[in-house]
């Protein structure tokens, strides 16, 4: 709770501080209150909170890694974007204090413990995501990417608040503990209760990217910013998972196996039209969108098993992968980095660029030694008893990914001549590498 409020206040004070035009002292501001809720984060529960008697949030010990994972994504994500948003002198603090506003709501939903918590946190975390979205108003795909993503998104919030309500009726509470006690002692659930969790699984396979509530994706990332799209594939998808399986795999799961054939069909559906579709792309963003939603069906198979630890691995190598190409894009600017073409030979040319490059595709497609492989490898195992067919797919699919990343890579250090030589800032550079690390060696967390 004190993280979030740090937080907040510093994402209010950026905006009061961004009238005197200063962008290093924006940042400056950022990171300060980035770092202190951080370390507030680490230090959860370990001391006499004044606002530790709220029992509208709760950090358990598997919520307060994620909290610490979206934080520190969100860190890397000031920081990479900031080359960016230094441009618009006049609006660089917005950029900034829409991105605080925005993980305040991912740390309540990181933390809810009821109905109403969870909503709010889904929308404050998304409101200011629209904005950021279309913050390019001289853009017409950007502006035609915040509409699109806005009344979507609005459509599914309409689901949402219906499936609650339903579940509300039912149940008669809006605190998940109660909802859990009341479920385990049905002899049948009403059909009330399983139309209003049909509804919120609709809404939550819209928030998280999955099949067959994927078409935004792909429109809405490449509308957006390098950096707006790096925060929406990491830091809002990481939030929208935990939530998730906190609710599936552990509440609303209870009531029993009849919500499993669904998430089965839309977690192989989500495998094979991610990739296929990626292979198809000579958008970068676009291919990233596609590749997401892939992930985000391994990323589902956590809700049969309620592990959050081989979640938060899998999470871990994916978020560190899509923000270390995202920056590369980012450090590219002199090109086109959108199209696939324009990346032929700059590996070659760059070699540091190439490695970060490599690393990151490796690692998103499961290759050992490195997280991404450590992630799926989890996952897979956890699901190996009881959903077989779904692992046989999962690798099926892999294959497929691999080949695509793959085929990238190649493209990246193909020997061009006409492939540029890129100068990167040290902001870039400290990104890069720390991205990179994480992607090596982040999976070594599960030996502690």
């Not at 994500?77 to 002198?89: A, E, M, P, T």
């Not at 009821?114 to 950007?142: A, C, D, H």
């Not at 935990?242 to 009531?255: M, Q, R």
């Not at 190649?410 to 690390?437: D, M, Q, R, W, Y």
């Amino acid at each position: 709770m004190d993280a979030l409020i740090v937080i907040f206040i510093t994402g209010l004070i950026g905006l009061f501080v961004g009238m005197m035009k200063k962008p290093v002292l924006s940042l400056s501001i950022s990171v300060l209150g980035l770092i202190s809720a951080f370390i507030l984060m680490l230090y959860y529960k370990s001391y006499e909170s004044p606002f530790g008697n709220y029992n509208g949030l709760n950090f358990t010990p598997s919520g307060n890694i994620f909290a610490l994972l979206v934080i520190g994504l969100t860190l890397l994500i000031v920081l990479s974007g900031f080359n960016y948003f230094k441009k618009d002198i006049e609006h660089t603090a917005d950029y900034y204090g829409l991105i605080l506003f925005s993980l305040c709501g991912a740390l309540i939903l990181i933390g809810f413990t009821n109905f109403f918590m969870f909503f709010l946190g889904l929308e404050i975390m998304s409101i200011p995501v629209y904005v950021l979205v279309g913050i390019r108003k001289q853009n017409t795909l950007s502006s035609e990417a915040s509409i699109k993503y806005f009344f979507t998104g609005s459509f599914a919030t309409g689901i949402l608040l219906f499936g609650i309500a339903l579940v509300y009726g039912a149940s008669g509470t809006f605190d998940l503990n109660e909802i859990s006690n009341s479920v385990s002692i049905w002899k049948e659930a009403p059909a009330m209760f399983h139309v209003g969790v049909l509804f919120i699984l609709a809404a939550f396979l819209f928030k998280v990217g999955a099949v067959p509530f994927h078409f935004w994706s792909p429109d809405v990332y490449q509308g957006s910013t390098d950096a707006v799209m790096s925060y929406m594939a990491t830091v809002v998808k990481i939030a929208a998972l935990y939530s998730f399986v906190t609710l599936f795999g552990s509440v609303l799961g209870a009531s029993g196996n009849i919500y499993t054939g669904i998430l089965e069909i839309v977690i192989i559906a989500s495998f094979f039209l991610g990739y296929v579709s990626a292979l198809k792309q000579s958008n970068f963003k676009r291919l990233l969108a596609y590749s997401g939603i892939s992930n985000t069906g391994f990323a589902l198979l956590s809700v049969f098993t309620g592990d959050f630890g081989s979640l938060w691995i899998f999470l871990l190598g994916y978020t560190a992968s899509t923000i270390a190409l995202m920056t590369v894009s980012q450090a590219i600017e002199k090109i086109d980095s959108e199209d696939i073409k324009n990346w032929k030979g700059i590996g070659y040319k760059n070699p540091f660029i190439g490695v970060v490059v490599l690393i990151s595709f490796l690692s998103l497609a499961g290759i050992p030694p490195l997280t991404g492989f450590f992630g799926k490898f989890l996952l897979l195992s956890g699901n190996y008893q009881n959903h077989l067919t779904l692992v046989i797919l999962a690798l099926i699919s892999s294959v497929i990914g691999a080949f695509l990343y793959l085929r990238f890579v190649i493209n990246v250090f193909a020997k061009e001549s006409h492939a540029e030589k890129i100068c990167i800032g040290p902001l870039h550079i400290t990104v890069l590498i720390i991205s990179t690390f994480v992607s090596i060696f982040g999976w070594t967390i599960i030996l502690f």
